[in-house]
């Protein structure tokens, strides 16, 4: 069966700090990814998604950046981290074809809380 | 993609039957819609899938009508536990590869005693 991997599952950085998540995928292949932050209250925001090595798109411009070294890892990075970024950090995978495998849907990882300060 | 319209919050008391309604005047042809679960914490969680009129799991059901412009999440009998964010999402997964879904805010549902 299909499982996805996030760590840590806290985490809290100072001001100006690196920041290296990430996520891996085990029991498919060729997997779509996706990096969301949740701010306090609701709502996930997509920050980037991948459909293959190498290949990033991003849907917010920021200070964070994603890369995909292999097919199923998923690493969320940034160089200085910002007050701005704290929040849930949330990894997501699914699959290429959604006509093999109905129905189609995300499945999460468990997250990471990450507060800046 | 198609924005999704969707009550804030809901209350509710154990043993009842809840309905969710979200309003998707947008659909497009191949856009699927789909409702998540999301617990304080948690990543979010997939309940129900469906492309037109009726679906039914083991957790809930869903209805859409045959204009497809909004859908009705219903869960039967609610309980403590069932008390979440629900996410309806509207999105095309045949044609679009990168298979994109983008959340509304949700809607909290709280279930009292």
């Known amino acids: 069966s299909q499982t996805i991997h996030q760590w840590p599952a806290t985490l809290v950085q100072p001001v100006g700090s690196p920041l290296s998540l990430e996520c891996t995928v085990e029991?498919?292949?060729?997997?779509?990814l996706y990096w969301y932050r949740q701010a306090a209250g609701r709502g996930l925001q997509l920050l980037f998604y991948?459909?293959?090595?190498?290949?990033i798109s991003s849907e917010v411009p920021q200070n964070l950046s994603a890369s995909r070294p292999q097919d199923r890892q998923f690493i969320l990075s940034s160089k200085k981290l910002l007050l701005s970024d704290s929040g849930f950090y949330l990894c997501?995978?699914?699959?290429?074809?959604?006509?093999?495998?109905?129905?189609?849907?995300?499945?999460f990882g468990s997250g990471t809380r990450l507060t800046v300060v | 993609l198609a924005k999704t319209t969707q009550p804030i919050s809901m209350d509710s008391y154990e043993g009842q039957e809840v309905n969710i309604t979200c309003s998707h005047n947008?659909?497009?042809?191949?856009?699927?819609i789909t409702w998540y679960q999301q617990f304080p914490s948690q990543g979010p969680r997939f309940i129900i899938q469906?492309?037109?009129t009726k679906v039914t799991n083991e957790v809930a059901s869903l209805f859409i009508p045959a204009d497809r412009k909004s859908s009705t999440l219903s869960l039967p009998r609610v309980s403590l536990s069932d008390t979440a964010v629900y996410y309806c999402?509207?999105?095309?997964?045949?044609?679009?590869?990168?298979?994109?879904?983008?959340f509304g805010q949700g809607t909290e549902l709280s279930v009292k005693p």
């Open positions: 469906g492309y037109k």
């Open positions: 999402l509207v999105g095309d997964l045949i044609y679009n590869q990168g298979g994109k879904l983008i």
């Open positions: 997501a995978w699914s699959v290429r074809d959604p006509m093999t495998y109905p129905p189609y849907g995300y499945t």
């Open positions: 947008n659909i497009a042809t191949n856009d699927y």
């Open positions: 991948s459909v293959g090595i190498g290949q």
């Open positions: 029991g498919t292949s060729n997997p779509n």
